[in-house]
């Protein structure tokens, strides 16, 4: 969708390039982060895309159309825009700002104002409230949300974005970053994304970008960057919690332990006790016979006991879902102090088990094909 | 709550009867020197001399916006910029030249009459209006700017769309400022012959008779207020609602 072939550039008046020779190319429908310390040419590389810079050798092609065959007023009315600092015309309503592009487009108004108030619908404003709103009267978080739906207010398939969330604090920034891939997921652009945050990077880009001092000096999916660091510059970017850092792309099902070891609540405790015993267990899954997960029974309380293991069950306190991503679930487990949480699918389902070794597992340079002692006790489904 | 109400308003009465008491003082003396009985006896001609001291303002403020704001544009545009101080120097420089010699000046080269008088105001109006404008594109966030641009809107768009409505404040603050200034100068129109009010003034001042003398001020001096307060009525109507400048500033300068 955009390909870039040796693109450089050289800025009058000084001699060492600004960007150097980067080659890449972004699919269509992915967002193509592009990181690396300030100064690295990452802004200068994404304002080369709708010739805001001019290149100073080297082409970009969007959609095999080389740029400069294009007319860059057109080029840059095709192509949506959002950067750090928002720049909202401040003396302009919201409708008016959304208006803009479609504007020059010569849309006609009925079309605007439809395309208005789905793009505020969008970004979960209430358009009949921010419609005719100015934008010293929204705060930042609104304000950025009203910056992404102008950049889309033509559904331009291709969209450059300089660390669109940059302006707002984490809490915010989190929230909006979580709605825009819930929307990209829909709209599929092709998105060119300015960050200097590795988080962000991870969370948004389907493919990263690294540059430093104007040369790309790795490119590829997140996973890649994290397990693969190309050299000793990329490793420490990532930083030394890399490890860590892939908690945030792995979900909960990417780690869990399958089919973990249980028994259902109809079953009897004396046979339970002794199946227990025999693994070495001292606790134990209990589910009902649809496979629903009731809680769990400990051996402590029904050894000597007799009757069927569902009396004994105590409900779980915590349960994850197989979606959820591992960052989330770990923090669960250091929050409320449990070695072990229970993944479960929507219905109540029994989906898998985690703990610390599973999570190492897959974070992890202590890889170990059988989960660990841990995970060979635990595996092992139904137990009687 | 009540309380301080009335105690508002009780204010209001209080600042009421002292404007009422002042313009009754000065009224009375305006009496003593024979204002009212001159304007009285003269109603037309100060009339005439008042229609021409508003076209004098009207006609040279009209030609210094037509000519300053499109200015203060290209000062700001592309090549020009690197110019751009260089020339309000040049421009404050002249504006240190007492308005009085300006219209010495012009008057040696273009004689006496309506033209001299014109020319000489348009001249000493420019520079507020430049200045402003210049100042107020100059002030124009980049940022919306950039935004605009990457958005795909033409230089021309950029400046009539983004550029104006933002900086208009300050250009209209100008304008108001070169205007009002304008109404006195114009006075001055009379000593090349240029007519209006300074008529009535000047005429006064060399017969010692305030009373010929404030027949024209006090108009002159109700039309730098009028202006001043109508301009400013202006302003709330085209600057947006969304642009908020402090209270103080927008009412009055």
Known sequence: MIRLEKVTKIYPGTNVPAVNDV???????????????????????????????????????????????????????????????????????????????????????????????????????????????????????QAQRIGVARAMATDPPVMLMDEPFGAIDPINREVLQDEFLKIQSQVKKTIVFVTHDIHEAIKMGDKIALLDVGRLVQFGTPEELLTNPKNQFVKDFVGADRALKRLDLLKVKDAMLENPVHCHDTDDVGSVVRAMQEKKLNFLLVNDPQDRLKGYVTLRDIYDQSGKAGDFTKPMTLTVRPQQNLKDALSKMLTFDLGIVVAVDDDGKLMGVLNTTTLARVVGETYDEHGGRWGKIMAGGKIL | MKGSLNKLSGGGQTWTLVGLALAFATGAWFESLGFFEFTKNNTDEIWILFIEHIHLVLISSVISISIGVPTGILLTRGFMRRYRNWSLNLLGICQTVPSLAVIAIAMTYLGIGKKTAIFALVIYGLLPIIRNSVAGLASVDPVILDAGRGMGMSPRQLLFRVELPNALYIILAGIRTSMVINVGTAAMSFLVGGGGLGDLIFSGIAMVDPGYMLAGAVPTAALAIFLNWFLGKVEGWTISPGLVYEQSTASDI
Not at chain 1, 35 to 40: H, L, V
Not at chain 1, 80 to 94: C, E, K, N, S
Not at chain 1, 105 to 129: A, Y
């Open chain 1, 23 to 141: 080659d890449m190319e972004v699919q269509e429908g992915e967002i193509c982060v592009l990181i690396g310390s300030s100064g690295c040419g990452k802004t200068t590389l994404m304002r080369m895309i709708n010739r805001l810079i001019p290149i100073t050798s080297g082409s970009i092609y969007i959609d095999g159309k080389n740029i400069l065959d294009i007319d860059p007023i057109e080029l840059r009315r095709h192509i949506g825009y959002a950067i750090q600092q928002i720049g909202l015309f401040p003396h302009m309503t919201v409708y008016d700002n959304i208006a803009t592009v479609p504007r020059l487009l010569k849309w006609d108004k009925r079309r605007i104002d439809e395309r208005v108030d789905e793009l505020l619908t969008m970004v979960q404003l209430d358009p009949t409230q921010f419609r005719h709103r100015y934008p010293r009267e929204l705060s930042g978080g």
